[in-house]
């Protein structure tokens, strides 16, 4: 056991933190519109720095995100808040050909940390892989918001074996499935948000390194 001290008839002792490595999970909040515009343009092809440089990740999980309403006008035109794509580069002016067809869902990538595949169309059997990093249902194109919630919708998470040693930035490119790698999809009108938790290491003390105590072991 700890030294104990008699302080005015009360036993006490000093505290003895214990080190141990732990994995801590921090939630970041991200919103398309915080890129610097004057570089890119459009919300669907953009890097976003992050607060802080998150060091030994080895998860991010899409806890939620919020997107504008995918409407279609199926005349060819894009209503206020539909889609517009596909335009190139990263700097596009916003001159984009609007989607004539109502997606149903559609991908997210983040350059460097996507884990998941897809299949190609013409029954290709060397299908995409590593492509993906997120996927987003659009239930009801009428809707004002398309929603994304982890206990609602499929559970998303990307791990990292081994842990990523630094991550400072997202490079974000939204498409539908069958756009080729120079075209994108943005909203001409709102900014859509995303919530990550992000996963790493870290070299701490457990969790009663605080209390005073005379226990010199800890279960």
């Keep these: ?105 559609f991908f997210l990538e983040v350059q460097g940390l996507n884990m998941s595949d897809e299949t190609n169309s013409s029954a290709v059997r060397s299908a995409s892989t590593n492509s993906v990093f997120g996927k987003f249902v659009v239930s009801n194109p009428s809707d004002p918001l398309v929603v994304y919630n982890e206990s609602s919708n499929a559970h998303q998470t990307i791990e990292f074996y081994p842990a990523l040693t630094k991550l400072d930035r997202l490079n974000f490119r939204l498409r539908t499935h069958g756009m080729d790698q120079n075209s994108y999809l943005y909203w001409p009108v709102g900014e859509w948000s995303m919530s990550l938790d992000i996963e790493t290491l870290e070299n701490s003390f457990d969790e009663f390194s605080s209390i005073e105590t005379r226990l010199g072991d800890r279960a």
């Design 1 to 105: 056991m700890n030294r104990s001290f008699d302080y005015n008839g009360v036993q006490v002792s000093p505290s003895k933190p214990v080190q141990k490595l732990v994995k801590r999970t921090r939630v970041l909040h991200l919103d398309s519109g915080d890129r610097d515009k004057d570089v890119f343009i459009n919300n669907g092809r953009f890097t976003i720095f992050l607060p802080r440089t998150y060091e030994r990740v080895i998860s991010i999980n899409i806890k939620d995100a919020e997107f504008p309403q995918t409407k279609v006008d199926l005349g060819g035109t894009t209503t206020v808040n539909g889609w517009k794509g596909p335009d190139v580069g990263p700097t596009a002016s916003g001159s984009g050909v609007a989607l004539t067809t109502q997606p149903t869902y």
